[in-house]
């Protein structure tokens, strides 16, 4: 039974550039969620994906946006990168939405420079 | 938004001891879960907790939803324990709009 897996491990981009990640769910969920994990503090909530919507959005800029695929999987789009993107990417699936049990990825370490 | 604060932020132990770990949280949740952060930056799933006590190994939580706290308890520490914890919680009146809302963590090592 795979679990959450994401693409790319690393990235490298410059500031100004566009970057695309990727995210496959568990098995058998239909649910996404992205978060952003700068280093030293917790992760946090940029959106969530079901039935191929964007159904919750947490304080993020219109840079940042998503996408959902008919097999659930996700991808998670920021233009106009800034130093301040560089974080670690976190994907998480789960059956259904609102106060379920997340599953996480190992994530992708983006770096601006 | 709720609030999530967990105590101690940072623990240094002996293989073999054991600690609690706490969490308290501004609101009534619909969700709350434990989550240790290995070092390579893995987030494993501990417990899916928003109220009750539950037991897996040498581990076990306890969330008492009234007093808006949660515990976690880890008993004869192993080095592999290492990693920092974090707490994550859902208000219940929220409509979910905030997702998750994870604390700063609290970073454990244990030393041999």
């Known amino acids: 039974d795979a679990g959450v897996t994401q693409s790319p491990t690393h990235l490298i981009k410059t500031r100004g550039q566009q970057v695309t990640l990727r995210c496959s769910p568990k098995?058998?969920?239909?649910?996404v969620s992205w978060y952003q994990q700068a280093l030293g503090q917790g992760p946090q909530f940029i959106f969530q994906?079901?039935?191929?919507?964007?159904?919750q959005r947490g304080n993020f800029p219109d840079r940042f946006s998503g996408h959902q695929f008919p097999n659930y999987s996700s991808e998670l789009n920021v233009n106009a990168l800034l130093l301040g993107d560089s974080a670690l990417y976190l994907c998480?699936?789960?059956?259904?939405?609102?106060?379920?049990?997340?599953?996480f990825g190992s994530g992708t370490q983006l770096s601006v420079l | 938004g709720i609030q999530v604060e967990q105590s101690p932020p940072d623990l240094i132990l002996q293989e073999g001891a054991n600690s609690t770990l706490r969490c308290n949280f501004s609101?009534?949740?619909?969700?709350l879960q434990w989550f240790h952060q290995n070092p390579w930056g893995q987030l494993i799933n501990l417990f899916y907790?928003?109220?009750g006590t539950k037991q897996n190994g040498r581990l076990s939580a306890t969330t008492v939803a009234t007093e808006r706290y949660s515990l976690l308890y880890i008993s004869s520490s192993q080095t592999t324990d290492s990693g920092v914890y974090f707490c994550?919680?859902?208000?219940?009146f929220g409509g979910g709009a905030d997702g998750l809302t994870f604390g700063k963590g609290t970073h454990l090592i244990i030393q041999p």
């Open positions: 998480a699936s789960s059956l259904g939405t609102g106060g379920r049990k997340l599953f």
């Open positions: 098995s058998g969920h239909d649910t």
């Open positions: 994906y079901y039935e191929e919507e964007e159904r």
């Open positions: 609101d009534s949740v619909n969700n």
């Open positions: 907790i928003p109220s």
């Open positions: 994550a919680a859902q208000s219940l």
